[in-house]
């Protein structure tokens, strides 16, 4: 009996391991996974939103908020509930499991194992109730102050915007962009140091802003990519904080499932990449396809397709967590019975370990990244899908691309 119980001691040991290092910088990944009703908290990447908490549903002062290292710890903190500094912490709030049931769980979900968390995956978000009416003004006109206060990216105000993505291999910007603009001088706050304390105004900053929409299309709320007064790169703070910031939406407004559309979706066919620069360069890359952007891996991996949209090309980033994602996408859009792929820039860039399509666009170029086999199959296999399933215009549209 003895001997039995230092061999389960040591599996216990050895499972334990294996769970702490595969998680390692996969915690966005997990959690997004086995707890969708955290996928508002994770999509908001830092900023308070709605903790799914039923118990205090109807106080508005409970919200929670991933913590700064979230996709290596998965850590979270609610005003009410508390701190857990990470995701396995998290899992045992949100489920009541034991530790040692928690890394069962999260062993099951890494090697593809029915897990006991799916039973409880199914059960649907929590409805929240409407935010404080005083709070969602607020924010709807600091929402429509910032948009009234920028401009068009092809107007002369907007040439620092120009050349930041210039300088990102971004040349042509096929516009109008109706829903893409420039800010020449938005505030950029820091945050708190502490939960008592308030932002910190540090400057105002030249941004490019756009439209985030919710899946029902309506207007969820503004991303800003702040810049560096000459448009040579991102803003970049001594405190280290974020140059691309999502403003604060209304509580009834969730960006999850929703996206930023570069394009108005007037086809039968679309394609989404991760991050505003990625989908400016699979635009310029693939012209004439509907692009939509999802701001974060979060968001990308629950992106709900339109309902006219027959195909959704998905173009994801070249690393673990890129693939994840992308491939969660495809999986599902192929259940509702559409058809999806995934298109990943697998190449090698010396000093890079993750790659997206930006770098991909600014290392080889357009024309040598058309030249590519994955380029021609990609669309003549569209166009052959379009033709087939009778969307004769896009296809048409298609082979004038290739």
């Not at 530790?99 to 062993?107: A, L, M």
């Not at 929402?143 to 291999?169: E, F, H, I, M």
């Not at 802003?209 to 702040?226: H, N, P």
Request: contains cysteine.
């Amino acid at each position: 009996m003895a001997d039995q119980t230092e061999v389960d001691r040591r599996r216990w040991e050895e499972k334990k391991q294996r769970v702490l290092q595969a998680t390692e910088g996969r915690w966005r990944n997990i959690l997004s996974a086995m707890a969708p009703m955290l996928q508002d908290v994770i999509a908001m990447n830092g900023k308070h939103t709605w903790c799914p908490n039923p118990a205090h549903q109807q106080r508005h002062g409970d919200a929670m908020r991933t913590l700064r290292n979230f996709d290596e710890t998965g850590g979270m903190v609610c005003n009410t509930c508390g701190n857990f500094p990470t995701g396995i912490n998290v899992l045992m709030w949100l489920y009541g499991w034991s530790y040692g049931k928690t890394i069962h769980e999260i062993d099951c979900h890494i090697n593809g194992i029915q897990g006991g968390y799916r039973a409880i995956q199914s059960i649907a978000p929590v409805q929240r109730v409407a935010d404080d009416p005083v709070k969602s003004e607020r924010a709807a006109q600091k929402l429509k102050q910032v948009w009234d206060q920028s401009v068009a990216l092809d107007t002369p105000t907007a040439l620092v915007g120009r050349t930041y993505l210039q300088n990102r291999g971004i040349g042509d910007l096929k516009l109008p962009m109706p829903e893409v603009r420039f800010h020449p001088g938005l505030e950029y706050y820091s945050k708190p140091e502490d939960k008592d304390g308030k932002p910190r105004l540090e400057g105002r900053f030249p941004a490019i802003v756009y439209i985030i929409r919710t899946a029902e299309g309506l207007v969820g709320t503004l991303q800003r990519i702040y810049l560096q007064p000459d448009g040579s790169g991102k803003l970049q703070l001594p405190d280290g904080g974020d140059a691309k910031k999502m403003m604060p939406r209304r509580a009834d407004r969730p960006v999850t499932g929703g996206s930023a559309w570069l394009d108005a979706p007037s086809l039968p066919v679309m394609q989404i990449t991760e991050g505003f620069e990625n989908g400016m360069s699979v635009r310029l890359l693939v012209d004439g396809i509907p692009t939509a952007v999802a701001s974060s891996d979060t968001l990308l991996a629950n992106f709900r397709i339109p309902e006219h949209i027959h195909f959704l090309a998905i173009w994801g980033d070249w690393d673990q967590a890129g693939v994840e994602h992308a491939r969660a996408l495809e999986a599902r859009v192929r259940e509702q019975g559409r058809r999806a792929v995934c298109i990943f820039p697998q190449y090698e860039i010396p000093g890079k370990h993750k790659i997206d399509w930006n770098d991909a666009l600014q290392y080889f170029g357009v024309e040598q990244l058309r030249r590519q086999s994955f380029y021609r199959a990609y669309l003549n296999g569209l166009k052959e899908k379009l033709s087939g399933a009778g969307f004769m215009q896009a296809a048409e549209r298609i082979g004038n691309i290739a």
